[in-house]
């Protein structure tokens, strides 16, 4: 046990500093804190020169708040809970494997070290993107995982904040699901896991956006802002009655196993779920309202 508090605060101390080192020093470029304020206003000088709602305000419905679980969630939910949770579960599993003579390394189909660094990216974002999508899927039809991907549903006007919108939940469950088929194909640079992520933030700022665009043809293959308002559609069709426009990244997913839906121009549908009217419309509120509800369906 002691071995485990240990490792938490070191965690929790080498997060601290690293997150001091991003404020202080921006001149990496693959500094997260940076990088995020820097896509944040592209992305919003987009929404206020190309308007898909052109009665949306520029400062629309929940937009301080949704800033406020942008930075929350990018940064200050890794030095409470992420960073010691996710050391800490990856040293237990560690540990239990030792106890039948194993290690992960027993279970590695290949190593991504080997393949040329461009074919070693792609693999890495594919099975990340992959198996992010099917947890996506989980949180819709698992009713007490829906409860917690409510707080992302709730947004009632698009924009790209409300990309970060999630609740403190969402990301152990995808972490806890995505560790293993990642450490099964190999170990990967911090360079190659920073382009990975900061190309996902630019496709989920855009996709929540005000804006109306879908790329044309690459709409088949990456995730769009036209799409992706139909996830967040409050009417759900009968024949996919859990939810549509699953993917993060990429689209292909969606249209692979069928759950793509586009039925016509959405640019003013009613966005939400079943009942948001009476859901929080506070943080704090919204961080506490899986544990005092029951499951539901979606």
Do not use: C
């Not at 308002?229 to 993060?248: E, R, T």
Request: proline content about 4%; hydrophobic content about 45%.
């Amino acid at each position: 046990m002691e071995k485990y508090l240990n490792l938490i605060k070191k965690a929790y101390s080498g997060y601290w500093n690293y997150l001091k080192h991003e404020v202080q020093f921006p001149s990496d470029w693959d500094n997260y804190f940076y990088g995020l304020i820097i896509i944040s206003l592209l992305v919003w000088g987009l929404e206020i020169l190309f308007p898909w709602r052109k009665n949306q305000s520029i400062f629309r419905k929940d937009f301080w708040l949704d800033t406020f679980y942008m930075f929350f969630n990018f940064f200050l939910l890794n030095l409470i809970i992420l960073i010691a949770l996710s050391n800490t579960a990856a040293q237990i599993l560690n540990d239990i494997l030792k106890l039948f003579g194993l290690t992960l390394s027993n279970f590695q189909l290949f190593d991504v070290n080997q393949l040329p660094a461009w074919l070693g990216l792609l693999v890495f974002f594919l099975v990340s993107d992959f198996v992010q999508w099917n947890t996506h899927r989980l949180l819709h039809r698992v009713p007490w995982l829906w409860n917690f991907h409510k707080v992302h549903h709730s947004v009632k006007e698009m924009g790209f904040a409300a990309h970060l919108r999630y609740h403190w939940m969402e990301p152990i469950v995808y972490k806890s699901l995505l560790y293993i088929p990642l450490a099964i194909i190999g170990n990967y640079s911090s360079k190659d896991v920073a382009f990975v992520y900061f190309f996902s933030i630019v496709i989920g700022h855009l996709n929540h956006a005000n804006l109306g665009w879908d790329y044309g043809v690459l709409k088949y293959i990456f995730n769009n802002p036209k799409m992706h308002i139909w996830h967040h559609a409050k009417a759900l069709p009968k024949h996919l009655k859990y939810g549509m426009n699953y993917g993060l990244t990429f689209s292909f997913w969606d249209y692979i196993f069928k759950t793509n839906y586009m039925p016509h121009n959405g640019k003013d549908i009613e966005l939400g779920f079943e009942g948001d009217e009476n859901f929080p419309k506070d943080f704090f509120k919204q961080e506490m309202y899986p544990a005092g509800t029951k499951p539901s369906k979606n």
